[in-house]
């Protein structure tokens, strides 16, 4: 289990000291992919809970929404309508149901080894 | 064993994803916070470029009014420059012709170019009954000296004495006086300025020398470099 925490550690590291420039409006979509990445992420987490995690489908999950995330913003910003917002909706509800699914899974466990 | 495996690369790919992760994370969190340290201003900080600006501003326009006035202090400056030159100028002048004057007064001692001219009494002769025929008398001086001054002598000195504008030559018997100096023959005068001039303004025909010549006067004359002549002596 600790071999992800400190793969985390070592991303951020990385994260902080390259010095890296981007263009402004491109940290839009950095800020869209995290969020899709972030909604992988605690999906994983609750398929593993739920016992119906596939590793192939997080990972490919995991790229995908990022990618998806990213040019969508893209054309947004290309088309001048603001798709990014649906992109922000749509991870943003899942990323709640999934945390609230965790959440109800943890308590159930914690009560069930209380009861214990 | 298989299972364990499968534990083993899903921990790998799990971090890796986490990897990904981290690094987006804190990519995009940096780059935010350039952001908003570069692009956002607090109202004081706003309040604080306003005020440095015009200071700025008013330090700009002082700049600007002390540059103009040093302009014009320079100008000035220049001005009294060119009227001390003007000045200088004016007593350079000034002192040029206060010594040529004193030159042509004979204040000062001058030297320069000119002719000598010595006037002898002729020779004894005893048929003629008055001597006063061939005796130098001070209308010849005067005829040489009034020559020499017309032809541009500057100076002009008998017997080494130094003439001034209101000089006196009187016959006293067998001498002249000049200023109150008695001077026997011969006489010299010594002049200065262009010899050629005065030479040949002498030679002239029919001019002094041919007169004084008639007179049975004994008439030499000569150019002379290097003159000198002492300042005149005594009173005035």
Redesign the interface.
């Known amino acids: 289990m600790w071999l992800p925490f400190m793969g985390l550690v070592i991303g951020v590291i990385i994260g902080l000291l390259t010095d890296i420039r981007i263009p402004e409006e491109y940290s839009n979509y950095l800020s869209i992919a995290i969020l899709a990445a972030l909604d992988t992420m605690f999906g994983g987490i609750r398929a593993q809970l739920q016992n119906i995690y596939d590793e192939k489908v997080f990972v490919s999950g995991f790229f995908f929404n990022i990618l998806l995330a990213a040019s969508l913003a893209f054309l947004g910003v290309h088309l001048g309508v603001d798709l990014y917002l649906a992109a922000v909706f749509a991870f943003g509800v899942r990323l709640f149901q999934n945390i609230a699914v965790i959440r109800r899974i943890l308590l159930a466990k914690w009560s069930s080894n209380g009861e214990k | 064993m298989s299972l364990k495996k499968k534990v083993k690369?899903?921990?790998?790919?799990?971090?890796?994803?986490?990897?990904?992760?981290?690094?987006?994370?804190?990519?995009?969190?940096?780059?935010?916070q350039n952001?908003r340290s570069k692009g956002m201003i607090t109202d004081r900080q706003w309040e604080q470029n306003i005020s440095l600006r015009n200071q700025l501003i008013e330090q700009e326009e002082t700049n600007r009014a002390l540059q103009k006035e040093l302009n014009e202090k320079q100008e000035m400056v220049r001005n009294y420059e060119a009227e001390l030159a003007k000045e200088a100028e004016i007593y350079f002048n000034l002192a040029e012709d206060a010594e040529k004057y004193r030159m042509f007064l004979g204040k000062v001692k001058v030297k320069g170019n000119g002719v000598k001219v010595t006037l002898s009494d002729g020779e004894y002769n005893p048929n003629e009954e008055n001597i006063n025929n061939y005796l130098v008398h001070e209308h010849h001086v005067f005829k040489v000296i009034n020559e020499l001054y017309i032809s541009g002598a500057t100076a002009v000195a008998i017997n080494g004495q130094r003439l001034t504008h209101n000089s006196y030559i009187i016959c006293d018997g067998p001498v002249i006086t000049v200023d109150g100096y008695q001077h026997p023959a011969p006489f010299e005068i010594t002049a200065i300025g262009d010899p050629e001039v005065l030479a040949s303004a002498l030679n002239i025909t029919g001019g002094v020398k041919d007169q004084l010549v008639n007179d049975e006067i004994i008439f030499s004359l000569q150019e002379q470099d290097g003159i000198v002549m002492d300042p005149i002596v005594g009173k005035k």
């Open positions: 690369t899903n921990r790998v790919v799990l971090s890796l994803v986490c990897i990904v992760l981290g690094f987006m994370i804190a990519f995009s969190y940096r780059i935010n952001e």
